[in-house]
């Protein structure tokens, strides 16, 4: 049982490219969702899904897509990236249903745009 | 208006002593879960403890216990006995009830010291 996995771990991208960030999970859980974290600060929400084929904004989506095609796996994609993009991301899900269930994280990517 | 507030940027604290990491938070909705994670400086988010919004009673798990304090909106972290291996991040987060919501929201952090 490999919980949430991320790749790659590191990348470095020049202003412009475009990239995809890998997130899969193996625990059949329904939400999946994408954070990214910057320095000194708490983790932000990018976009997020509760099901394959569902997916929604949170509150910093702007140069970023996701879409869901299977329940284990929930790519982010930048789509021209900008040095504003230099962040970790982090990929997590949970089960759905209450609001006590437990949200299991990736180990993150750190992605820094030049 | 920020729905999670964590005041204190960093702690320090000697080895052996108790911590009490703060965090308020702000919903209106009467169904909300409230967590805390640690990040140590390796980057991962572990998972430390869980309060449900009808729940009776503070959680604990081993070292920590959540003090909960419903009318003041309050969420704090007591690690007892603390021990090197908490100098960490620490990061309060909520979960509100609302349909379809799973969205979980943290506040800024605090960075935890623990001295020898």
């Known amino acids: 049982n490999a919980g949430v996995t991320q790749t790659p771990k590191f990348q470095v991208l020049k202003t412009g490219q475009s990239m995809t960030l890998q997130c899969a999970q193996d625990m059949n859980h329904e939400y999946m969702s994408w954070y990214r974290q910057d320095p000194g600060m708490g983790l932000r929400l990018i976009h997020y899904s509760v099901g394959a084929g569902i997916t929604d904004q949170g509150e910093v989506p702007n140069g970023y897509n996701v879409s869901r095609s299977t329940t284990e796996d929930f790519p982010l994609r930048l789509l021209s990236a900008a040095p504003s993009q230099t962040s970790v991301y982090f990929c997590?899900?949970?089960?759905?249903?209450?609001?006590?269930?437990?949200?299991?994280f990736g180990p993150g990517t750190r992605l820094t745009v030049t | 208006a920020q729905k999670i507030t964590q005041t204190q940027p960093g702690m320090f604290v000697q080895e052996k002593e108790a911590v009490t990491l703060d965090c308020t938070y702000d919903?209106?909705?009467?169904?909300?879960?409230l967590f805390w994670y640690k990040q140590p400086s390796s980057g991962e988010m572990i998972f430390l403890i869980y309060?449900?919004?009808?729940?009776?009673q503070n959680a604990t798990e081993g070292r920590y216990s959540l003090n909960f304090q419903k009318a003041r909106k309050s969420a704090n972290l007591v690690i007892s006995a603390s021990q090197l291996g908490d100098s960490a991040m620490y990061f309060c987060?909520?979960?509100?009830?609302?349909?379809?919501?799973?969205?979980?929201?943290f506040g800024q952090g605090t960075r935890l010291t623990i001295n020898p």
């Open positions: 309060q449900g919004s009808y729940d009776q």
């Open positions: 997590a899900s949970s089960q759905v249903g209450g609001v006590g269930y437990e949200q299991y």
């Open positions: 919903t209106s909705d009467p169904s909300y879960g």
């Open positions: 987060a909520m979960r509100e009830g609302r349909q379809g919501a799973q969205k979980l929201v």
